[in-house]
Nanobody, 124 residues
Framework: QVQLVESGGGLVQAGGSLRLSCAASGSTFSRYTMGWFRQAPGKERDFVAGIRWNDGMTYYADAVKGRFTISRDNAKKTVSLQMNSLKPDDTAVYFC?????????????????WGQGTQVTVSS
C-alpha cells in the first residue's frame, strides 16, 4: 500500500516555473514506478512524466519534453516534477501516481495508487 500527497501547485504567469512534490508513505516506495498525470477541465487525465524505480529512467509526454523534469528520492520517499517555461495549456490538476512495476506506462488504469491532486494555473 502506498499513500500519496501532492503539494506545490499554484498560480504562475506564462514562462514561469513551479515545482510539484509528492510525498509517499509505505515501506516499499522504492520499488514503485511513479508517474505524474494531469487533468484539465472537461478533458481526460493524461500522462505527463514517469520514472522507473530500478534505474531512474524517465519518460515524458511530447507536450512537456524539454520543459518538465521528473525526479525521485527513495530515501525521502518523494517524487518531484520541475516545470519550467510554463504555458497556459499546462493549466490542470496534477496527480501523482504509483504502480508496482519497474515499467513506466502511460495508461492511467495501470496505476494503482493516486494522490488527491494539486491545481496548477498558468496565466497568459
Amino acid at each position: 500500500q502506498v499513500q500519496l500527497v501532492e503539494s506545490g501547485g499554484g498560480l504562475v504567469q506564462a514562462g514561469g516555473s513551479l515545482r510539484l512534490s509528492c510525498a509517499a508513505s509505505g515501506s516499499t516506495f522504492s520499488r514503485y514506478t511513479m508517474g505524474w498525470f494531469r487533468q484539465a477541465p472537461g478533458k481526460e487525465r493524461d500522462f505527463v512524466a514517469g520514472i522507473r524505480w530500478n534505474d531512474g529512467m524517465t519518460y515524458y509526454a511530447d507536450a512537456v519534453k524539454g520543459r518538465f523534469t521528473i525526479s525521485r528520492d527513495n530515501a525521502k520517499k518523494t517524487v518531484s516534477l520541475q516545470m519550467n517555461s510554463l504555458k497556459p495549456d499546462d493549466t490542470a490538476v496534477y496527480f501523482c501516481a504509483a504502480r508496482n512495476s519497474f515499467l513506466v506506462v502511460t495508461q492511467r488504469s495501470q496505476y494503482s495508487y493516486w494522490g488527491q491532486g494539486t491545481q496548477v494555473t498558468v496565466s497568459s
